[in-house]
């Protein structure tokens, strides 16, 4: 880049007109400098709802009564032709209703009253609607509500981008022409680590069973509420059932705290300086970001449930103990920061996998 020459006339020197031919980018321009190869998409969490709106939905969630709570939405696309490739007749999404255990939540957006009182007529499961949620006018609430959910299948719609975006589980149903964006044919997502794609195998209304079929299957592999926080060998960001493409089997370092892209950019860039030193050593992260250590549940509240046997087993299926010592490599790293100020749900939750690792593992931990 060349040096500006001084401003004539008090100018600044970026308003110069030289300044321009030397400075400007279009904005299609920027892929050629910027996230150049796969392993520059991170794919992590970059939003994160408001904690106390979230802990509200989740009890209000819980008042339903099931071991899961899903949020679905079945309608996208602007365009009449976009439309309807997206979407989905409500009717077919009833294999998710038999599921055990599931509760499901309306997220869809617009007027679709009389749509969902049809379906509820003598339904056994009903989709649960709640009046103030308002995904058009209400962002920061919509976003809330996402993020209480255990999971989310949607079709392709702003409702997945906004789950994608704060590290949500979900399963999203594409038709067989979709979007570039989706990389056709692929079942991981460059842009958000926790979607799974889930794709017609042929055009058409008619191709849509065997995709909610394939939802059902998964949602009836995942665990219990929490469950997206220990999932598969390691500590993953999305639930059972729904694989993070983007982890080596056997990583070298568990990232315990992860806050890459957190609201505070301190926390954000401590975080993306660990994973640029480690990744300069040649090792491998599988990170766990903070909003996955928000959403632990249950928690010790007594220094004695820290070592106590059946608190640790009855935290269902995410406890890191048999999955962490399967990685025979796996060292536990761990980010302090923007954590433990006070012994709030985060710190807690950091401490007690700390305590689980080092303890009832034996895994080295560095701090």
């Not at 400007?24 to 969490?45: K, T, V």
């Not at 926390?267 to 970001?289: F, I, N, Y």
């Not at 820290?306 to 995410?318: T, Y």
Request: glycine share 8%; with cysteine; proline share 7%.
């Amino acid at each position: 880049m060349e040096v500006l020459a001084k401003p004539r006339g008090g100018l600044a020197p970026l308003l110069e007109p030289q300044a321009n031919e030397t400075l400007r980018c279009s904005l299609a321009s920027l892929p050629r400098f910027l996230r150049r190869a796969a392993p520059d998409f991170p794919g992590s969490p970059y939003l994160a709802a408001d904690a106390v709106a979230t802990a509200r939905w989740r009890e209000r969630f819980a008042a339903l009564g099931g071991r899961r709570v899903i949020g679905i939405s079945w309608r996208g696309g602007g365009a009449p032709r976009a439309r309807e490739a997206r979407s989905i007749a409500l009717e077919q999404l009833a294999p998710l209703f038999a599921i055990e255990g599931v509760r499901i939540v309306d997220l869809q957006y617009g007027d679709h009253h009389e749509e969902i009182a049809r379906f509820n007529a003598g339904a056994a499961n009903p989709l649960a609607r709640f009046d103030d949620i308002d995904p058009l006018r209400d962002m920061d609430g919509f976003a809330a509500t996402i993020a209480a959910l255990d999971a989310v299948v949607c079709v392709d719609n702003s409702t997945a981008h906004l789950a994608g975006a704060l590290g949500v589980s979900t399963l999203l149903l594409l038709p067989f022409q979709a979007d570039w964006r989706w990389e056709h044919g692929r079942e991981a997502s460059p842009w958000y680590a926790s979607l799974r794609l889930l794709w017609q195998q042929q055009p058409g209304p008619d191709a849509w069973p065997s995709v909610v079929q394939r939802a059902s299957e998964q949602l009836a592999n995942m665990d219990g509420a929490g469950a997206q926080v220990l999932s598969g060998s390691v500590a993953a960001a999305t639930a059972p059932g729904i694989a993070r493409p983007d982890v080596d089997a056997t990583p070298d370092i568990l990232l315990l705290n992860d806050t890459s892209y957190w609201y505070h950019w301190g926390c954000t860039c401590t975080s993306l300086a660990l994973h640029e030193s480690l990744r300069e050593r040649g090792l491998t992260v599988d990170p766990v970001h903070i909003t996955h250590l928000n959403a632990l549940a249950p928690l010790p509240v007594t220094v004695a449930q820290f070592d106590d046997d059946a608190f640790f087993e009855g935290v269902p299926r995410r406890q890191p103990g048999t999955d962490l010592a399967a990685a025979s490599r796996i060292r536990v790293m761990v980010n302090g920061e923007g954590s433990l100020h006070d012994f709030g749900i985060t710190a807690r939750a950091l401490l007690y996998l700390i305590y689980i690792a080092a303890k009832r593992m034996a895994r080295p931990c560095t701090s």
